[in-house]
């Protein structure tokens, strides 16, 4: 599942079936569904569904399925399914979503909380930010995310203690320009050795 727009918490809904990307109708979508939407994202709770195409029209398909969450699942494809009543729908009605988006970024183990280890909420858990490959363009998104200023230094070498948590993230790919850490590419969570590059470190301004 994914949402499309500007910010990875907020946008047109999409969901992959058959390795093929779906827009969703905003008559076969209710809040129930979005709670499990935004948890699947790691978005916190959703703020608001939007319908009528909110988040402009899609290209995609149509997905004809209602979905019925009943909102505690992990993800969407867990949710039952019914054949849709509602057989006109057309992208003007592609449904959106908007998650509350809470924290998901923080500096560890600094002298202020804008220095410190980069460390990321992810599925329910702080977790680290792998170092190869780190940058003062992955810097500057982590300061802005944290209204902190611009980057003085983007540091890879356990230069504020190890931790003992996952790798959230690995091989970050940020032009700089992002509004949120999580906007950035990466290359997935465990592709790459971090032992030997340390742990993705900041020091803002």
Request: proline fraction near 2%; include cysteine; hydrophobic fraction near 35%.
């Amino acid at each position: 599942v994914r949402l499309v727009g500007d910010f990875h918490c907020s946008g047109r809904l999409e969901i992959l079936h058959d390795q093929t990307w779906m827009s969703v109708c905003d008559a076969a979508f209710d809040q129930q569904d979005a709670e499990v939407v935004c948890r699947e994202l790691d978005c916190g709770a959703p703020v608001q569904v939007l319908g009528a195409a909110a988040f402009d029209k899609g290209d995609a398909q149509m997905w004809t399925q209602e979905i019925q969450c009943r909102g505690n699942e992990s993800q969407i494809h867990l949710c039952p399914t019914s054949p849709s009543r509602e057989n006109k729908c057309s992208h003007d009605s592609d449904v959106g979503l908007m998650c509350a988006d809470s924290v998901n970024v923080r500096l560890v183990g600094g002298h202020s909380r804008c220095a410190g280890r980069v460390e990321v909420h992810h599925r329910g858990q702080w977790g680290t930010v792998c170092g190869a490959y780190w940058d003062l363009a992955d810097a500057a998104v982590v300061c802005r995310e944290l209204d902190c200023g611009d980057p003085l230094d983007a540091l890879s070498d356990n230069h504020f203690g190890l931790a003992s948590g996952p790798i959230s993230m690995s091989y970050v790919m940020c032009t700089g320009s992002e509004s949120t850490l999580k906007n950035c590419g990466s290359g997935g969570g465990f592709r790459y050795d971090c032992r030997e590059s340390g742990m993705a470190a900041v020091i803002c301004s």
